[in-house]
Each structure stands twice: as C-alpha cells, then as structure tokens.
Nanobody, 121 residues
C-alpha cells in the first residue's frame, strides 16, 4: 500500500512564508513525477508545480518567482517552499505523484489528503 502524507500548512499573514512537505511511504519501486495542486473554495483544483525524478520543474504562472518545488529522492519526499504569500494563495494544497509500487509494476497516480493554507490580508 502506497500513501502520500502532506504537512506544513497553516495560517500566515500576507507576505509570509510556509514550507509544505509530502512524504511517500509504502511498497514503492520508483517515484516518477511529483506535484502540488491546490483547490480554493468554489474553484476547481489547479496545478501549482511539478517536478520529475531528474529534477526538471514546472510552475503555474501565478506562483512563478514565489514558490519553489524540490524533492529528496532518498527520502521519498517533496517540498514546496512558498514565499511572498498572498490571500489568493489560500487553498487546500494536495500532493500528487505517479508511483510504481513493488507489485504490480505499473504506474499509478496517488493523492494525499491535503493540507490547508490560509493567508490573511
């Protein structure tokens, strides 16, 4: 069984910073793409940033220059450093990853349970 668990959310004032973490655990053979998504109240879930196993990253235009995604492959962990936070960044942030478990050896998409980020003005 593979699990993704996020942590690091909370309440912060505009202009502040938070660091989210996502740990993958269980019977993992390899982890491919990892990413952060977010969903604000009344809105669709949207891509924030992704990172592939080789380290190439991709960001939504709305977070470029403020957020940094990274991963530690040895720890099966992904991070999202969020700086210069704005009230419009308020959302539930979800970790998503494509993972090949030990068995069966096929790509599956996994989601975490989400962590709330609230930015006050």
């Amino acid at each position: 069984q593979v699990q993704l668990v996020e942590s690091g959310g909370g309440l912060v004032q505009a202009g502040g910073s938070l660091r989210l973490s996502c740990v993958a655990s269980g019977s993992i053979y390899t982890i491919n793409t990892m990413g952060w998504y977010r969903q604000a109240p009344g809105k669709q879930r949207e891509l924030v940033a992704t990172i592939v196993s080789g380290g190439t990253t991709n960001y939504a235009d709305s977070v470029k220059g403020r957020f940094t995604i990274s991963r530690d492959n040895a720890k099966n962990t992904m991070y999202l450093q969020m700086n210069s936070l704005k009230p419009e960044d308020t959302a539930v942030y979800y970790c998503r990853s494509t993972i090949v478990p030990l068995t069966p050896r096929a790509n599956f998409v996994y989601w975490g349970q989400g962590t709330q980020v609230t930015v006050s003005s």
